[in-house]
């Protein structure tokens, strides 16, 4: 079992900054690859950014410069540092991890609740 508990959304004005994490818990073996989605009213869920078990990162075009994905493996917790933040970044961000579990080593994937962050003045 895997569970994940997204933190850290909320209102922030034009040119602020945010920071989202994410912890996972349960019954981990190796985290594969963690990252964050959004889905803002009316438009499809998107990756954000996403960061690999050996530490590549991918971001969305529209956010690089701005956002920082990373992790805290001991802590099995991924972070979004948001900076910068425009008005079209909002959204409700999900926190997305590709996990190998225990016992059975089979590889899953686990969502986040989902946090909302609002970008406005």
């Known amino acids: 079992q895997v569970q994940l508990v997204e933190s850290g959304g909320g209102l922030v004005q034009p040119g602020g900054s945010l920071r989202l994490s994410c912890a996972a818990s349960?019954?981990?073996?190796?985290?594969?690859?963690m990252g964050w989605y959004r889905q803002a009213p009316g438009k499809q869920r998107e990756l954000v950014a996403a960061i690999t078990n050996s530490g590549g990162r991918n971001y969305a075009d529209s956010v690089k410069g701005r956002f920082t994905v990373s992790r805290e493996n001991a802590k099995n917790t991924v972070y979004l540092q948001m900076n910068s933040v425009q008005p079209e970044d909002t959204a409700v961000y999900y926190c997305?991890?590709?996990?190998?579990?225990?016992?059975?080593?089979?590889?899953?994937?686990?969502w986040g609740q989902g946090t909302q962050v609002t970008v406005s003045s």
């Open positions: 349960g019954s981990i073996k190796s985290i594969n690859v």
């Open positions: 997305n991890v590709d996990v190998t579990v225990s016992p059975n080593y089979r590889r899953i994937s686990s």
